[in-house]
């Protein structure tokens, strides 16, 4: 007599998915009942959205739109950006931070939305830590204080100098509460000099006043300036980093230039609602850390002044983390508010 053996299980497939015998007959009921079936699609199955919290055209803007392009190959979904300006950055941070934790509504993070603008509204708007699941850091850029070549400022110093000589001297940024605007608040603390916020709705129209001398100052990420510097529009005078940048190797360093207090670096990452599935985010941030790995990805990166710098979604969130809790402080003892 043969030895009795156990029914075999009865499968439901769907991909790789198998399910037990009691739990594919109740699908299978459900759909004879014409009961929808719960979806068992592989993210991406749609466009994801990268929202970029600043006008098109700027450094933002264009590394969103290079990161997109190539995110959409590695993952095999289109990927558009979405432009969400205001409120230094906090318009479009909202907007992500509100949005359904699936993976298909992202952020751009930099410096401005995360560690600058909710603190300088009179209502804080979310939490830049954990409003947020910070997926990955793209890289960092500094900022560049210029001046219009008809001025006589070519250097930090000249700031200082002819701010307290006239009592004041205009600063221009890409917008309230922007990292260029809390840089020049920064400057006004250390240099103890007045120095006065012109604020604009991006940077590309407040380069066109700062060409045209309506103003003599400006601040802003260096990204898309080197162009105005080799042709002697501008006037380049410390970039904010600890190093000097590759574009401007020429331009000296915020500590060169003696003001070892006003380092300070723009940071781009990858963000998205709080509380992203655990698989999402492992995706994206190795999707990301490949697109940061080619060299054409790298070499775009250099020409925009933004030195990549690939990781894990752990050491991003704590680099975030560490940048809050230097900048937020600064940002509420400057006065700051939109």
């Not at 930099?110 to 300088?120: M, Q, V």
Request: glycine fraction near 10%; proline fraction near 8%; include cysteine.
């Amino acid at each position: 007599m043969s030895e009795r053996t156990s029914p075999p299980l009865l499968t439901f497939c769907h991909g790789a998915a198998q399910l037990p015998r009691r739990s594919a007959l109740k699908l299978f009921a459900a759909a004879a009942a014409g009961v929808a079936l719960p979806a068992l699609a592989a993210w991406p199955d749609k466009p994801i959205k990268i929202v970029v919290t600043f006008p098109a055209g700027g450094a933002s803007d264009i590394v969103a739109r290079v990161l997109g392009e190539q995110l959409g190959r590695k993952l095999g979904q289109a990927v558009v950006v979405d432009n969400r300006p205001g409120a230094g950055g906090s318009v479009g941070g909202l907007l992500v931070a509100q949005a359904p934790a699936d993976g298909y509504t992202l952020m751009l993070s930099n410096s401005t939305p995360i560690s600058i603008g909710p603190f300088a509204l009179e209502k804080q708007p979310y939490d830049p830590i954990e409003g947020f699941s910070h997926i990955a850091l793209i890289g960092s850029a500094p900022c560049v204080v210029m001046a219009n070549p008809a001025t006589a400022i070519k250097t930090m110093k000249d700031i200082e100098a002819q701010a307290r000589k006239a009592g004041r001297l205009d600063f221009g940024s890409g917008g309230p509460a922007s990292i260029g605007h809390i840089y020049g608040e920064l400057m006004k603390k250390t240099m103890g000099v007045n120095l006065v916020h012109i604020p604009y709705r991006g940077g590309a129209p407040m380069t066109t006043d700062l060409i045209s001398g309506v103003i003599p100052l400006g601040i802003d990420v260096l990204t898309a300036f080197v162009p105005y510097f080799k042709s002697g529009q501008l006037v380049p005078l410390a970039v904010t980093s600890a190093s000097r940048s590759q574009l401007v190797p020429e331009v000296s360093t915020v500590i060169e230039a003696g003001y070892p207090n006003l380092l300070l670096d723009n940071f781009f990452g990858l963000s998205g609602p709080a509380h992203l599935p655990a698989d999402v985010v492992e995706r994206l941030n190795t999707a990301c850390n490949e697109v940061l790995a080619s060299s054409d990805f790298k070499k775009k990166m250099l020409e925009l002044g933004i030195a990549t710098s690939p990781g894990s979604a752990a050491a991003f969130t704590g680099f975030v983390k560490a940048q809050v809790s230097s900048l937020a402080p600064a940002v509420k003892g400057a006065g700051v508010r939109l």
